[in-house]
């Protein structure tokens, strides 16, 4: 064999080791790191887990709030609706009553035996009025 070949297989042979060593030392410190790096990731992601759960207990207690105060807000809605309208009523009454008394006193004011019987009437409940009152 030509001493040029054999030289250039003993180089090459040596190459192929210097870099398979550089190799075996380059990944022994990569895989120490990349260990420590999934073991970071681990922890996060623990962490993340407890995160996540906490959001949903969250959430669940907002809706919970959300609705109780949708609720709520329904009820104090309708008690003032019910406010607003009871000021129409009283104002309905007050000009039924109004009416009715107005027609009341026209036909007393007209008419001399009714106004003694209102006469005779008032006096009966005033005596009764005094009689319970003493």
């Keep these: 064999m030509n001493s040029w070949l054999l030289a250039s297989i003993i180089i090459l042979g040596i190459a192929v080791v210097l870099l398979v060593g550089c190799i075996v030392a380059v990944l022994g410190p990569i895989k ?7 073991a970071r990731v681990e922890g996060i992601q623990k962490q993340l887990s407890y995160i996540q759960t906490e959001t949903v207990k969250l959430t669940e207690t907002m809706d919970r709030i959300k ?5 709520k807000k329904d ?5 003032i ?27 007393a004011n007209n008419d001399s035996q009714r106004q003694a019987e209102v006469k005779e009437w008032t006096n009966i409940v005033m005596s009764y009025v005094n009689r319970k009152a003493q």
């Design 81 to 107: 609706q019910s406010v607003k309208n009871t000021g129409i009523v009283l104002n309905q009454v007050s000009d039924v009553s109004y009416d009715k008394t107005s027609a009341v006193l026209k036909k």
């Design 32 to 38: 120490k790191v990349v260990t420590l790096l999934l």
């Design 75 to 79: 009820s104090v809605q309708s008690v």
């Design 67 to 71: 609705t109780d105060i949708e609720f």
